[in-house]
């Protein structure tokens, strides 16, 4: 059964999510951002365009995939918080809400490298049908497929507490009065 235009919309989601792919990482390099300012912010909407380019394109792919409901759900899921966190981290920069803003993207480029991952688990679990022979493969990409995106939501959260919030917390707290300090925060 062929769907009209489903390759197409992969291939127009691939583009955009592939550029975005790329980006991403060089955006949370420290070094670049402050010594290419300009260029990080240029990087920043290239990257946010691409990531709405390839949201659009997958939510026609998402409604006819013939992967069925369970994947269905888990694309429609996927593309919803990938423009959702694109939304807030845009909204926060225009605030001036760097570290928001910061944590922001951190969750947004996990959901654009969810497709890396569902790949990975992919790959990972393919062997399990050697040795559960009725397994079969729509169930082993439907595990990868959901697998990715609570796995990068778990190391998104991580990496924001770890590297965000904990050396926020552990700073010395600024001069407060003796009867601020004593209160309940």
Not at 126 to 133: A, E, Q, T
Request: hydrophobic share 55%.
């Amino acid at each position: 059964m062929s769907i009209p235009g489903y390759y197409t919309s992969l291939v127009i989601h691939g583009v955009p999510a592939g550029l975005a792919l790329l980006i991403g990482p060089w955006q949370f390099v420290p070094r670049l951002r402050a010594r290419f300012p300009r260029a990080h912010r240029i990087a920043g909407r290239v990257y946010l365009i691409s990531v709405l380019a390839a949201a659009m394109a997958a939510l026609y792919s998402a409604a006819v995939t013939p992967s069925g409901f369970t994947l269905q759900v888990a694309f429609f899921g996927l593309v919803v918080v990938w423009l959702y966190t694109a939304a807030k981290a845009y909204r926060a920069i225009r605030r001036r809400e760097v570290q928001l803003h910061r944590i922001w993207m951190v969750r947004n480029y996990a959901f654009t490298f969810a497709a890396v991952t569902l790949r990975l688990y992919q790959l990972a679990l393919l062997p399990l049908m050697n040795v559960m022979p009725s397994l079969e493969y729509s169930s082993v990409y439907e595990s990868a497929a959901w697998l990715s995106l609570l796995g990068n939501v778990l190391v998104a959260e991580y990496f924001i507490v770890q590297r965000t919030l904990a050396p926020l917390a552990r700073r010395q707290p600024s001069e407060q009065p003796a009867e601020e300090a004593l209160l309940p925060q």
